[in-house]
Structures are given as structure tokens and as C-alpha cells.
């Protein structure tokens, strides 16, 4: 099983619906990030957790929430999903003492 | 706005040719990472070099890292159609410890 699990691995959805991406993982680690990817912009960040209680905003937090429910478990919510947030999405983790991130195999969502 | 920016934004080469992506950054960081995504796929983690770091080599992975300049290369050597994939250099700037990551180099290795 892999590390970083990302669901749905796809998803196609309207305008305006609630989507909800969610992340798990078995590495232990209390860092969870999720980066949003898009052709030529590279991954920016959206938001990151540094455990349960500790939520930040990154660079495009606006249009997402998130919910950490335990330290294994991250999710991202698009309240009112709009086109262009069509993207691909990752989940990652940190490692402390290497400062490496761990990817999931990233969520593509498409908005129509 | 991104921190890091490759180039170049593609490359083509033959397969037992070296190739060499450049990273440039903005401001001072901590560490510098390389990531290797494979179409679609998640990014996995190459190599990280410390900003008192000059070189690092890992298998056929050569980095290296001038903050006089702020930036960063990446060295690929005796090539293999496997490393066809996206390359992105990542810098930890240390606050808030996270991330930030460049738009990336497609290389392609052709046989």
C-alpha cells in the first residue's frame, strides 16, 4: 500500500458543487501539505498542516478549506467549485529529519 | 509567485547523454530539493542540498548549489529513456518550513 493515499484519483463535477478531496498516511509524519499543479505553473501551495490543531494558509487559499481529523488524515474541500480549478491535485507529507516530501499519487479534478 | 524557476523548460537528448537542468531562486534558503515526477504521476524526491553545501552526488545525480548566485544545477549523467519525466527544484526558505517549488524541466531521453 502506498504511503500518501489520495481519493478520488478522479473526479469530474459542475459548477457550483462541494467537493471534497481527502488524503491519509501511514509515514507518521505530523507535516501534511496539499499543492495544486497546473501545466507551467509548477505546484503551488494551498495549505498546510503542521498537526490537528495547527492550520495555515499558503499561497492560493482562497475557494478551499480544509479539515485535519487526525494526524494521519488531511482534507481538502472546494465549497463552490468553479472551472478554474480544474487541476491536479497532491497531498504530501514532511519528514522532519530529512525535510523530504512524501507525495500521493494526486487527485486530477475537473470542473465543468 | 514561484521561488524557483528551471531551465531549461524542456530538453531533449539521446540516451547515454548527460543532461543538466538549472535552478534559479530569489531569496536566501535553507536547503535546496530535486523532484522527479513522472507523467501524471506524484513527485519522488531525488536529492536535497544545505545551503553550506556546494556539491552533493547521489548514483548519477550530481547537484550543485551557488547562493552567491542563487542557483542551483542538477546533472544527470549516462542518460536512460527511464529518466524521461518532469524535473523541479524545491527551496526551504525556512520559515514556516515549507516548500516552494519551480515550474520544472521536461526531459525527454530518446533511444
Known amino acids: 500500500d502506498a504511503d500518501v493515499t489520495q481519493t478520488p484519483r478522479n473526479r469530474i463535477t459542475k459548477t457550483g458543487k462541494r467537493i471534497m478531496l481527502e488524503c491519509s498516511q501511514t509515514?507518521?509524519?505530523?507535516?501534511m501539505y496539499w499543492y495544486r499543479q497546473d501545466p507551467g505553473l509548477g505546484l503551488r501551495l494551498i495549505y498546510y498542516s503542521f498537526d490537528v490543531k495547527d492550520i495555515n494558509k499558503g499561497e492560493i487559499s482562497d475557494g478551499y478549506s480544509v479539515s485535519r481529523q487526525a494526524q494521519a488524515k488531511f482534507s481538502l474541500s472546494l465549497e463552490s467549485a468553479i472551472p478554474n480549478q480544474t487541476a491536479l491535485y497532491f497531498c504530501?507529507?514532511?519528514?522532519?529529519?530529512?525535510?523530504?516530501?512524501?507525495f500521493g499519487e494526486g487527485s486530477r479534478l475537473t470542473v465543468l | 509567485s514561484q521561488q524557483g524557476e528551471e531551465d531549461p523548460q524542456a530538453l531533449s537528448i539521446q540516451e547515454g547523454e548527460n543532461a543538466t537542468m538549472n535552478c534559479s531562486y530569489k531569496?536566501?534558503?535553507?536547503?535546496l530539493q530535486w523532484y522527479r515526477q513522472n507523467s501524471g504521476r506524484g513527485l519522488v524526491h531525488l536529492i536535497l542540498?544545505?545551503?553550506?553545501?556546494r556539491e552533493k552526488h547521489s548514483g548519477r545525480l550530481r547537484v550543485t548549489l551557488d547562493t552567491s548566485k542563487k542557483s542551483s544545477s542538477l546533472l544527470i549523467t549516462a542518460s536512460r529513456a527511464a529518466d524521461t519525466a518532469s524535473y523541479f527544484c524545491?527551496?526551504?526558505?525556512?520559515?514556516?518550513?515549507?516548500?516552494?517549488f519551480g515550474t520544472g524541466t521536461q526531459l525527454k531521453v530518446e533511444l
Open positions: 524545491a527551496t526551504d526558505t525556512g520559515g514556516g518550513n515549507k516548500l516552494t
Open positions: 504530501a507529507t514532511r519528514d522532519l529529519n530529512t525535510g523530504e516530501l512524501f
Open positions: 542540498i544545505r545551503s553550506n553545501e
Open positions: 531569496t536566501s534558503i535553507n536547503n
Open positions: 509515514k507518521g509524519h505530523d507535516r
